[in-house]
Each structure stands twice: as C-alpha cells, then as structure tokens.
C-alpha cells in the first residue's frame, strides 16, 4: 500500500521584484517550511516529488536536505496560474476586483485562460505517473491549492467540492492506497506547525 502526503506550499513573496509570475516562499513561508520538514522527517518518506513552480520546490527543499532525496519534478503538478506574469493570492485577487474573483471562484482553470477538463487530466495524469514510478511506500507530493483539491476531489468522487475544501499553506492531506483509482481519503488540511 502506498501512503500519499499532499503538501500544499508555504506562503508565496507576492509581488517578488525579480520573479513576480513565479515567486519563491516569502521568508514567514520558508520558515514554516523549514519547521514542517523537522516534523514530516520523521514519517518515512521515501520519495519525494514536487511542481515545477518555485513556490512548491522551495517548500520540498528543506525535507530533501534533511533526507537526503532530490525531488522528482512532474510538470502536471504546477498550478492553474503556472505560466502568468504575475502571482496573486486568492486575497489579492477577491480585493482586487470583486467581480473578476466571483469569475475565478467559478471556474480557476477558466479564469487562467485554460481548459478546466484539461487541467483536471493533466493533474491527475501527472499524479497517477507519480504514484506509479515512486519507488517508495511513502510519497511526499509538493503542490498547490488547486492542485491538491483536484487530485482530493477524484479520490472522493466527487467535482463539486472545489471551493468548500480549505487547504491551507504547509498543510498536509493524506491518501492511501494500492492505485490512483482506489485511494482513501485519510485526512484533508492537516497543520502539523504553526507559521512563524
């Protein structure tokens, strides 16, 4: 059986002068990283995978270091806003334009130019490859919000539970299983830390 640990990353530098469509971790989200690794070290993960995107790498690094084990990098793990010239928070975006965030709250994927059916594929393709090339029973998948809630959203059958499901920064929601197809559920959103 293998045991799946969806990380969401840390807090973002929104608004980063050199890389503002792809941000690293803000320093309050690398500490947070830094803390969630010492806690994650000690649940046996033997594989490690990441987004492209800086944020989720940043987030995977300081466990990488610990354990020794460089993260595997699956395309179809970034975000629906992988690829724009400018990162903003769901907050940024709601405070914005309140208009534009009820467009993005109906359909993210949209909302980014993108196709939701293929987003949705080119997630659950990503995570199923993942899941099948791990060579350990203990995957540790570095990600994003949207990410998270799609590949939560098929293990419980379900397309409609996008907006209800609160995944917060450095949080930890776990799957088992033996297949992408036959998972469980185990838990949504765990904080194992506080942020600093």
Same mark, same amino acid.
Do not use: N, W
């Given at each position: 059986m293998k045991h799946i640990l969806l990380i969401r990353h840390g807090l973002p530098h929104e608004g980063h002068p050199v890389h503002p469509g792809d941000p690293p971790l803000h320093p309050?989200? &690398?500490? #947070?990283?830094?803390?969630?690794?010492?806690?994650?070290?000690?649940? $046996?993960?033997?594989?490690?995978?990441?987004?492209?995107?800086?944020r989720a790498m940043d987030t995977a690094q300081p %466990?990488?270091?610990?354990?020794?084990?460089?993260?595997?990098?699956?395309?179809? %793990?970034?975000?629906v806003d992988h690829g724009t010239d400018r990162y903003?928070?769901? !907050?940024? &975006?709601?405070? !914005?334009?309140?208009?534009?965030?009820?467009?993005? &709250?109906?359909?993210p994927a949209r909302f980014f130019g993108k196709d939701p059916d293929q987003f949705r594929q080119g997630v659950l393709g990503a995570f199923e490859a993942? +899941?099948?090339e791990a060579?350990?029973?203990?995957?540790?998948?570095?990600? #994003?919000? +949207?990410?998270?809630?799609?590949? =939560?959203?098929?293990? =419980?059958?379900t397309e409609e539970a996008y907006a209800? %499901?609160?995944i917060n920064h450095c949080s930890v929601?776990?799957?088992? $299983? #033996?297949?992408?197809?036959?998972l469980r559920v185990d838990s949504i959103n765990e904080s194992l830390c506080t942020p600093v």
């Open positions: 309050a989200g &690398m500490r #947070h990283a830094r803390r969630l690794a010492t806690r994650l070290q000690r649940e $046996g993960v033997d594989c490690i995978v990441s987004s492209p995107q800086r %466990l990488a270091r610990l354990l020794g084990i460089a993260p595997t990098i699956y395309d179809g %793990l970034a975000e903003r928070s769901v !907050e940024t &975006m709601q405070a !914005e334009d309140a208009k534009r965030f009820s467009e993005f &709250m109906a359909s993942a +899941m099948r060579s350990g029973k203990r995957i540790a998948i570095f990600a #994003h919000g +949207m990410t998270i809630k799609t590949i =939560l959203c098929a293990a =419980l059958g209800r %499901l609160l929601s776990r799957l088992s $299983g #033996h297949t992408p197809g036959k």
